[in-house]
């Protein structure tokens, strides 16, 4: 089972790589055999089909963004605060990773509607971290009585806006970004009585 495992992560290691450098359409299964040193059949064992691997890659994805920005909310000083780590967790680590930030915004599109659902639930479940956060904001009066599932998109809107214009048309960094992005999607929750940074009173 542990030999199992291993070879999968191998497989999904590379595959992320050629995934990101060549898009979808383009990425060929014999590229990705290559470099992990199996043939097709060993690769299809493992995954059915080239679908199939790419959505195991973003999944991947996923669970080490969605992890990183829950542990980087359990250092927040308080519950808005924990939101924005976990924001910027995800755009620091996107930056740190361009290629990966490319296949999880974009290098599927050739896919259709299925990339766009597949992306969809990638997003729903950083989405769930930030409601969570940002509905405890609320309660703590940090926040506006505001729809937190809406601002949650907001957010990852913002966040994705960022991350396109950074990987196409040469724009800021997500990481170099983030402390303004933060500063603003912040202050359009702000309650009237409470600061950008944990319900302290402006003066």
Do not use: C
């Not at 997003?123 to 309660?139: C, N, P, T, Y």
């Not at 500063?183 to 009237?192: F, G, I, K, T, W």
């Amino acid at each position: 089972m542990q030999h199992r495992t291993e070879t999968r992560e191998r497989i999904l290691e590379a595959a992320a790589s050629v995934f990101a450098d060549k898009g979808y359409h383009d990425a060929l299964i014999d590229e990705i055999g290559r470099r992990t040193s199996m043939s097709k059949g060993g690769l299809y064992f493992h995954f059915p089909s080239k679908e199939h691997l790419f959505f195991a890659v973003m999944d991947r994805l996923a669970n080490k963004l969605v992890q990183r920005a829950e542990k980087a909310a359990t250092g927040g000083s308080t519950p808005l605060n924990a939101a924005e780590e976990a924001l910027v967790s995800v755009l620091n680590e996107l930056s740190t990773h361009k290629r990966l930030a490319r296949l999880l915004v974009t290098q599927g599109y050739s896919m259709g509607s299925a990339f766009e659902a597949k992306r969809s639930e990638v997003f729903e479940r950083f989405a769930a971290v930030i409601v969570d956060k940002l509905e405890k904001a609320k309660i703590a009066g940090e926040i506006s009585d505001v729809d937190t599932d809406l601002a949650s998109r907001v957010w990852l809107g913002s966040l994705n806006e960022v991350v396109v214009h950074w990987l196409f048309s040469n724009g800021t960094s997500p990481k170099d970004a983030a402390p303004e992005l933060k500063r603003l999607l912040v202050a359009s929750l702000r309650s009237p009585s409470g600061s950008a940074s944990g319900g302290v009173p402006e003066s």
